[in-house]
């Protein structure tokens, strides 16, 4: 039998959020392991607000408890074509729900942004942003493909994840690491985003989802062979173990696929 997604849900956004943090710890020892760095990416949506909620709390101050910022190396799996500090961005996001809210005492990640000047470039933009990433995951040698120690992603009603659309020709591209999207369905239409293969390739992928809202799009992914074919369902199909989903009861009230109670 092929290897599966794990799904983990929890009776309330605060229990998921203390499971997530330690899920990232595991990531975090992982990476620095490897590499001594932890490079993550990350997708907008609710998303920042939930990793505040995992991350910001102090732990216990055992070395296994500490969040490493200076370790980190935070990217963004999709972003809009939009100043970082417009209510769109998912850096500005990022920034105001977590960045900016830890302690004044820690040490800061490294955050890889968006070029502002490329706003008007779309394509330059992701071909910018595709050098940032080469800079840092093959420096010293030649990679097909970078390999995130952590991608962390939301999916979207309609089963879209990072800026990867249902039946966009995006979908389809194996080549570029980072791709230029200007007739994103949702507004604003003008962003850049991973492509499928950088996605699947991370070591572990966490989508973080909440709400009766999200219902019906997790029944479909986890349910159907429709769902297989949306965005989000090729990826628990192209990372299939590595592919963790953190969600309430909410969310997953009536879906079938089996779920696991802890990590």
């Known amino acids: 039998m092929a290897k599966q997604p794990n799904l983990y849900s929890f009776p309330d956004v605060d229990k998921l959020a203390a499971s997530l943090r330690q899920y990232v710890l595991i990531a975090q020892a ?8 932890f490079k993550v990416a990350v997708s907008g949506g609710s998303l920042p607000a939930t990793l505040a909620k995992a991350l910001l709390p102090p732990g216990n101050a055992s070395a296994e408890e500490t969040l490493q910022w200076d370790k980190w190396e935070i990217f963004f799996a999709d972003e809009r074509a ?3 500090d417009h209510s769109d961005s998912n850096y500005r996001l990022l920034k105001d729900d977590l960045l900016d809210k830890l302690p004044p005492q820690t040490p800061r990640p490294t955050v890889r942004t968006i070029d502002e000047q490329y706003l008007d470039d779309v394509q330059e933009m992701a071909d910018q942003y595709e050098k940032v990433l080469v800079q840092s995951f093959a420096a010293k040698d030649s990679v ?3 390999t995130f120690d952590l991608i962390l992603l939301g999916i979207g009603p309609d089963g879209h994840t990072c800026s990867l659309f249902p039946g966009h020709p995006l979908l389809r591209e194996t080549d570029a690491w980072v791709a230029a999207i200007e007739d994103s369905p949702k507004p604003p239409p003008k962003r850049i ?3 499928l293969p950088v996605v699947n390739q991370a070591h572990r992928i966490a989508f973080v989802t909440s ?7 997790l029944k479909k992914i986890f349910d159907t062979d429709e769902g ?3 965005p989000s369902g090729l990826v628990n199909e192209g990372g299939a173990e590595k592919v963790s989903w953190f969600t309430d009861e909410k969310a997953v009230e009536g879906v079938v696929f089996p779920r696991k109670g802890n990590l």
């Not at 709400?211 to 799009?217: A, P, S, Y």
């Open 30 to 37: 992982d990476g620095i392991r490897r590499h001594d760095a």
């Open 82 to 84: 939009v100043a970082l």
């Open 144 to 146: 097909k493909l970078p």
């Open 193 to 195: 985003t991973l492509t």
């Open 211 to 217: 709400g009766e809202g999200k219902r019906d799009i």
């Open 228 to 230: 297989h074919s949306l």
